[in-house]
């Protein structure tokens, strides 16, 4: 399996409430089904997260406007993190944070996406 961007609905305690996937390392697409789970699951979503199997730790021009776009159209703050094969960046009110201890399904968003986690300095 080549590797690919994977987006996943994150809802409380961590929950994976939706998952979809790209055939794209770099890139994902959107999706009509995507919005319709974020639209469906707005009460309990708390976080979309997704893949960048070949980089970079960090948000994209794209990931940037999809970030406003939904801020905006559920009229409440979301968390929104990157899971890369070198770590985890999570959006944090107006910062990005590396997540030290990363919850359980970052690994599980890593495999989906076909990719190996090597933290920094350990590659």
Do not use: Y
């Not at 707005?42 to 994209?60: C, T």
Request: glycine residues 8%; proline residues 7%; hydrophobic residues 35%.
């Amino acid at each position: 399996m080549s590797p690919h961007e994977v987006c996943m609905l994150i809802g409380h305690d961590g929950e994976v409430l939706w998952c979809d996937e790209s055939n794209s390392p770099a890139r994902m697409p959107d999706s009509r089904s995507r919005w319709q789970a974020i639209w469906r699951l707005r009460e309990v979503l708390e976080e979309v997260a997704h893949s960048h199997p070949d980089g970079p730790l960090g948000f994209s021009t794209e990931d940037e406007s999809t970030m406003s776009a939904l801020t905006s159209a559920l009229g409440k703050p979301l968390r929104f993190s990157v899971v890369a094969p070198e770590g985890m960046v999570s959006r944090q009110g107006d910062r990005d944070v590396l997540v030290v201890e990363e919850p359980w399904w970052a690994e599980a968003l890593r495999s989906a996406s076909g990719i190996r986690h090597t933290p920094s300095g350990l590659a």
